[in-house]
């Protein structure tokens, strides 16, 4: 069963940027997709982002150009930079993986928080 642990969640002002990490507690085969969902106080579970194994990439509307989703395969790792974040982007961040066999993995979450 396959472990995903976030982190670089924290407080920040507006305008300030976080980078989190979900690390993956295996090796991560292709066919996949990796990706970034968040859910702020009161709503649902959002989808932020996603990286296929063949390297596209794809984002929420709105947050194109601030969201930046990447991988490091060798660390079994995959990342999401925020930048310009803005109040409400508060939320916690969940990472998601479905592996090659169609499984799917979620992370504990962690909380970002960007105060005006």
């Known amino acids: 069963q396959m472990q995903l642990v976030e982190s670089g969640g924290g407080l920040v002002q507006a305008g300030e940027s976080l980078r989190l990490t979900c690390a993956a507690s295996e090796t991560i085969f292709s066919p996949y997709v990796l990706a970034w969902y968040r859910q702020a106080p009161g709503k649902q579970r959002d989808w932020v982002a996603h990286l296929t194994a063949d390297g596209n990439t794809n984002y929420l509307d709105s947050l194109k150009g601030r969201f930046t989703i990447s991988k490091d395969s060798v660390k079994n790792m995959f990342y999401l930079q925020m930048n310009s974040l803005k109040p409400e982007d508060t939320a916690i961040y969940y990472c998601?993986?479905?592996?090659?066999?169609?499984?799917?993995?979620w992370g504990q979450g962690t909380q970002v928080t960007v105060s005006s």
């Open positions: 998601y993986v479905k592996n090659r066999r169609a499984n799917e993995f």
